[in-house]
Nanobody, 123 residues
Framework: QVQLVESGGGLVQAGGSLRLSCTAS????????MGWFRQAPGKERQFVAR????????YDVQSVKGRFTISRDNAKNTVYLQMNSLKPDDTAVYYC????????????????WGQGTQVTVSS
């Protein structure tokens, strides 16, 4: 069982930055691939970025290219999402998720989810 707790969301002006954190319980964090997803009102949950157990990263290039960076610190059981040059279209609830073994861009492949953190970008 893995419990995930996100933090770091908030209200920011367009062009600003936020860093989201997601801390996992348990001693097996390093065996999980981690992903960040977001969901805006009335829309489906969207893949943002994922990171493998050993640090390999994949982004949804179209939406976050060059602006977001995912990273992880296995010693702290934490995955991060650094978000720069934020746009109003980035407004959503952001979720982190854990998948045992290999990562995926498909949210249905993840076993564990955090409660989400709201990110609001004003124009």
């Amino acid at each position: 069982q893995v419990q995930l707790v996100e933090s770091g969301g908030g209200l920011v002006q367009a062009g600003g930055s936020l860093r989201l954190s997601c801390t996992a319980s348990g001693r097996t964090f390093s065996t999980y691939a981690m992903g960040w997803f977001r969901q805006a009102p009335g829309k489906e949950r969207q893949f943002v970025a994922r990171i493998s157990r050993n640090g390999g990263v994949i982004y949804d290039v179209q939406s976050v290219k060059g602006r977001f960076t995912i990273s992880r610190d296995n010693a702290k059981n934490t995955v991060y999402l650094q978000m720069n040059s934020l746009k109003p279209d980035d407004t959503a609830v952001y979720y982190c998720a854990a998948r045992y073994g290999f990562g995926s861009s498909d949210p249905t492949q993840y076993e564990y989810w955090g409660q989400g953190t709201q990110v609001t970008v004003s124009s």
